[in-house]
C-alpha cells in the first residue's frame, strides 16, 4: 500500500546517504559523544572514521520498540563480519553475538564496550579528554586529506545463508518454550537472523552489502505493519518504558 512505497523509500534515500558517507572519496570523521542509538548508532556505523569520547553509549535499539534496524545497521554490522576472511564457524559465532546485542536492544556503557560490541573499530579513535573530540576528528580529517586517503571499497563474499538461520531457529524455539521470549520476540529474532543470513540462500552464495540492505527494507515494512510492534512503539511513547507482549 501507500504506507508501504512511502516507507521504502525513506529506507532507500537513507541506504543511499549512508553508502555514500562509507565509500566518500574524501576522509569523512565523525565526532562522538554521549547517545547513538538507532539511527544515531547507524550514523556512526557507516563513517569510515569516528572519533569517540570515552563516554559514548552506542547501540541499536529498534527491537525495543518491536522493530528492527533499517538504516543499514544490521547490513553494516553482516559486513564487517562477512569481509573477512575467517573460518565460516568463527563468522557464524560472530554473527550470533551480533544478533544477541540487537534483539536485547543492548547499548554499550562506554565506547570500549562498543568496540568490544562491535560498534566501533580497532581503527576508531577513543578519547577520555571529551572536549577535544571536535579538535581530534578535524586533526584526523587533515592528517588523512594529506596523507593518500584510502576510500572504502565495496565486497562480494559468502552469505552464511539457511544454515545460520536454522541455527538461530534452533536456539529461539528453545528460548520461546522456556518462556524467556515472546512469541512476537522471536518474530523479530527470526527477522534480524534472516537479514545477517544473508536471506534463505544455500551455503556459498555470494552477495554484497546492498543486497542485505534489500532485506532489511523487506524486514522493517513486515514488522511496521504488526500489531504488536505497534503496541510497543505506543507504549514505549507512553511511558518511555519497553513492553514485552
Request: include cysteine; glycine fraction near 8%.
Amino acid at each position: 500500500g501507500l504506507v508501504d512505497d512511502v516507507v521504502a523509500q525513506s529506507i532507500d534515500k537513507l541506504h543511499y546517504s549512508f553508502n555514500r558517507l562509507k565509500y566518500s572519496l574524501k576522509p569523512v570523521v565523525t565526532a562522538v559523544q554521549g547517545r547513538a542509538l538507532g539511527g544515531g548508532c547507524e550514523l556512526v556505523l557507516y563513517s569510515p572514521i569516528v572519533v569517540a569520547a570515552s563516554e559514548t553509549y552506542i547501540g541499536l535499539v529498534e527491537a525495543g520498540v518491536g522493530l528492527l534496524p533499517s538504516g543499514g545497521g544490521l547490513a553494516e554490522m553482516a559486513d564487517r563480519i562477512l569481509r573477512t576472511s575467517h573460518k565460516f564457524d568463527d563468522k557464524q559465532a560472530s554473527m550470533t553475538k551480533v544478533l544477541t546485542n540487537i534483539a536485547f536492544a543492548k547499548v554499550s556503557t562506554n565506547a570500549f564496550e562498543a568496540r568490544r560490541y562491535g560498534y566501533l573499530r580497532d581503527t576508531d579513535t577513543i578519547i577520555f579528554n571529551t572536549t577535544q573530540r571536535v579538535e581530534v576528528a578535524l586533526k584526523r580529517a587533515k592528517y588523512e586529506a594529506e596523507t593518500n586517503y584510502i576510500p572504502n571499497t565495496r565486497h562480494q563474499y559468502i552469505a552464511l545463508g539457511e544454515d545460520f538461520k536454522a541455527l538461530i531457529q534452533g536456539q529461539l524455539d528453545a528460548q520461546r518454550r522456556g518462556h524467556f521470549i515472546s512469541d512476537h520476540d522471536y518474530h523479530i529474532a527470526l527477522n534480524i537472523a534472516t537479514i545477517l543470513a544473508g536471506g534463505d540462500l544455500p551455503r556459498n552464495t555470494f552477495i554484497n552489502q546492498r543486497y542485505i540492505q534489500s532485506l532489511e527494507k523487506i524486514g522493517f515494512i513486515d514488522l511496521l505493519k504488526s500489531k504488536k510492534s505497534y503496541e510497543r512503539i505506543a507504549h514505549m511513547l507512553k511511558t518511555g518504558k519497553p513492553l514485552r507482549n
